[in-house]
């Protein structure tokens, strides 16, 4: 009786210590509003410095309040928040840009560029130390940024959000222990509104469809915003056409034709000021085939080409998971993207460096490392050489997987694994 007693005194302290150590307490620290710091990232092949913009206050804090500092340390950039009385990290997040994408390219080495950038974390109660960091060659996150936020600051711009129309595709319950998704409408003229909800019913379908996210439509939330466009499309530069859209999205990013982006992320963000949102998606209005995709940045797909469902959940993957591509045979803009005395951030890809950090546990023992690209091994988990643009020196853990071809369905298994810890993180 004393021993029962004993333990069901002593399992409650034991959880709630568990508890309080892992995690930080959301009320302490923050409103359950969003705080938006924009700046430029602008610079070279060398070096990209931060000019700040401007601070603002919005409604919802969507994301979990529970995960609040990162602990899978992907992405090229990070940001954190410290308490400025303690120096504590009660937030951050890793993420990715076009710009340091553009610092890898031929075209950085001769000119200088500037991106549009802004950062989010829940709105703080105190004063708090804001610091951005990037990753060198070497792979270690070094200062490139800092600054104080105070939340009594009048220059905060608390503007009423812009009012779109926004349509529920997938509901299922509150934004801070769901995934929430939103699709902005790029290219969509004003007629159009049907065709943009229906597209964006048909993309929330084409990412359900895929493994693990069919396993887990529960724990997402879905959104259109309307947004339309003065004219349809998106800009080709590289066949001269040019359309005046809301985002302006581009094709022929760093001149790569099937490359589509956008770098108006001040309109982007704007657009979006009164949505709960996780992950942003701007879907375009165009039978062309492409894409991108930047962890905890964008997603960026057309809505009409035959393969846009694997588009689709490709870039989504880079942009939610953190996913590299591997891919080895088609053309990029990079040079030197990565550094093979290093391992990659990225959890789908390796130079062997580090391997027990990544997929090493899903490899039978009866598999050889490296495994030879042959019929034998073609559905089993292993370590097969090339990946991420390289055809040496990286490797894959599948034969294929929908980071590698427009081929298959599905995700490799490692993949499957980091896209089911990147939705664990936000449901907690
Ligand atoms: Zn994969």
């Known amino acids: 009786m004393k021993l029962i007693l004993r333990f069901i005194l002593l399992f409650p302290l034991i959880l709630v210590n568990g508890v309080s150590r892992a995690q930080l307490d959301f009320s302490d620290y923050f409103t359950g509003e969003r705080f938006r710091y924009d700046f430029v ?11 700040p913009l401007s601070q603002k206050r919005e409604p919802h804090w969507a994301g979990s309040k529970k995960s609040l500092v990162d602990t899978m340390g992907y992405g090229t950039y990070r940001y ?3 308490d400025d009385s303690t120096g504590k990290v009660i937030f951050s997040r890793g993420f990715c840009t076009l710009a340091q994408e553009w610092q890898t390219t031929a075209e950085a080495k001769r000119s200088e560029k500037a991106f549009y950038q802004a950062l ?27 600054t104080v936020v105070d939340p009594a600051d009048y220059f905060i711009i608390r503007d009423k959000p812009e009012e779109y129309e926004v349509f529920t595709v997938l509901g299922n319950g509150l ?53 339309p466009s003065q004219e349809g499309g998106t800009d080709i530069p590289g066949e001269n056409i040019y359309r005046n859209t809301r985002f302006n999205s581009t094709f022929y990013t760093f001149d790569v034709a099937r490359y589509l982006t956008t770098s108006d992320m001040r309109t982007i963000y704007d657009a979006v000021s009164g949505v709960p949102w996780d992950h942003l998606l701007v879907l375009v209005n165009s039978e062309r085939y492409g894409g991108g995709g930047f962890y905890n940045f964008l997603t960026v797909c057309t809505a009409g080409h035959a393969l846009t469902p694997k588009v689709l959940v490709h870039e989504l993957g880079h942009a939610f998971a953190g996913l590299g ?7 990029v803009a990079y040079e030197n993207y990565y550094n093979l005395a290093v391992e990659p951030w990225e959890p789908n890809l390796t130079t062997l460096v580090d391997f027990a950090s990544k997929w090493k546990h899903l490899v039978p023992d009866s598999i050889p490392v490296p495994t030879p690209r042959t019929p034998e091994y073609l559905t089993v988990t292993g370590v097969f ?5 390289l055809s ?32 664990e993180w936000h449901t907690r």
């Open 325 to 331: 591509d591997e891919y080895y045979d088609s053309e």
């Open 392 to 423: 040496k020196g990286i490797f894959s853990p599948m034969q294929n997987c929908r980071m590698k071809s427009n081929g298959p369905e599905e995700f490799c298994s490692a993949c499957k694994r980091a896209i089911l810890a990147a939705i």
């Open 175 to 227: 934004p801070d222990t769901h995934v929430d998704l939103v699709f902005l409408a790029e290219g969509y003229t004003a007629g159009e509104k049907e065709k943009f909800v229906m597209d964006a019913a048909r993309m929330c379908e084409n990412i359900m469809n895929v493994s693990p996210f069919r396993e887990n439509r529960d724990k997402f939330n879905i959104q259109a915003v309307w947004t």
């Open 41 to 51: 990232l602008a610079g070279n092949f060398e070096e990209l410095r931060v000019y």
């Open 120 to 146: 989010f974390f829940p709105f703080p109660k105190q004063k708090v130390r804001l610091s951005v960091d990037s990753r060198n060659w070497q792979g270690e996150f070094v200062p490139v940024f800092e």
């Open 385 to 389: 050489e090339g990946g991420g643009y």
């Open 80 to 82: 954190r928040v410290m």
